[in-house]
């Protein structure tokens, strides 16, 4: 029987194009509230993963749940309960601030009026209200991301996918980012973040390692940094690329 808290179940997925396999049987779960860690380096399997978890996907094998829905048979109704963000793209250049708003929440299909009062609040607490006609293209990078990352969860999803979302930015706007992250996790939203600052996996309550399309390992920072008797997470990741 599945835990209810899962909200994000994985039973064996398997991803091969033509004789490479991309996932190999990877195995886990991600609770309710959680901020999980999907760590790898380039090509282990990381963002692979997390297309067919979006439903934008089909695996090769494996059960696949999110959000109470099969990746198989309701991958629409993932889209509906999911919101994500990237590093290369969230927001449109050539629309302000706010049209990028009213673009993404229609999508999601909230009403006119949801979307107004919803827009009026976000603006105000991230301090953009004067600069709502602003075109993405001249905002500030910090000021976009955290902006993208407030449109993804502008619907209130079950699940937010976060794929590098903090690259490029100062470390002041990464540490605001993740304020972010840890009030939307307070709310009920699970988050699910790719990240190579390994600093940042010590924000996450569970972290797993990706190496050649397999789950390597898969704890708490703190369990992690002492089964691999390292004093950061760069110390694990380095151990297990390396194949020590």
């Known amino acids: 029987m599945e835990n209810p808290e899962n909200i994000i179940v994985v039973n064996n997925l398997v991803k ?38 979006c439903g934008l ?5 494996g059960e696949l749940n999110v959000a109470g829905f099969d990746v198989y048979t309701q991958r629409e ?5 999911i ?6 793209f969230s927001l449109y250049d050539d629309l ?6 009213r673009f993404y929440a229609g999508i999601y299909g909230l009403s006119q009026k949801v979307i107004k009062s919803r827009t009026n609040q976000l603006l105000e607490r991230l301090g953009m209200e004067e600069i709502r006609n602003r075109l993405i293209r001249d905002v500030p990078l ?18 937010v ?11 002041v706007t990464r540490r605001q980012f993740w304020e972010m992250i840890n009030e939307a996790a307070e709310e009920g939203i699970t988050v699910f973040v790719t990240t190579h600052y390994m600093d940042e996996a010590e924000y996450c309550d569970r972290v797993s390692i990706m190496v050649d399309g397999k789950i390597a390992a898969l704890d708490t920072p703190q369990n992690l940094k002492k089964s691999y ?16």
Not at 26 to 53: D, P, Q
Not at 142 to 159: E, R, T
């Open 83 to 88: 919101g994500y963000m990237s590093q290369k």
């Open 229 to 244: 008797n390292t004093n950061d997470m760069n110390g694990v990741f380095l151990t297990l690329a390396r194949g020590d």
């Open 16 to 53: 091969r194009y033509g004789d490479f396999t991309a996932n190999d049987n990877l195995c886990f779960e991600v609770r309710k509230g959680e901020i999980f860690g999907f760590l790898g380096a380039n090509g282990a399997g990381k963002t692979t993963a997390i297309r067919i978890l």
């Open 57 to 61: 996907s089909y695996p090769t094998s």
């Open 161 to 171: 996918f976060l794929d590098e979302p903090t690259g490029g930015v100062d470390p």
């Open 142 to 159: 910090g000021w976009k991301q955290k902006l993208a990352f407030s449109v993804a969860v502008f619907h209130n999803p079950a699940v």
């Open 96 to 101: 302000t601030i706010a049209e990028n708003i």
């Open 77 to 81: 109704l993932i889209k509906r309960n």
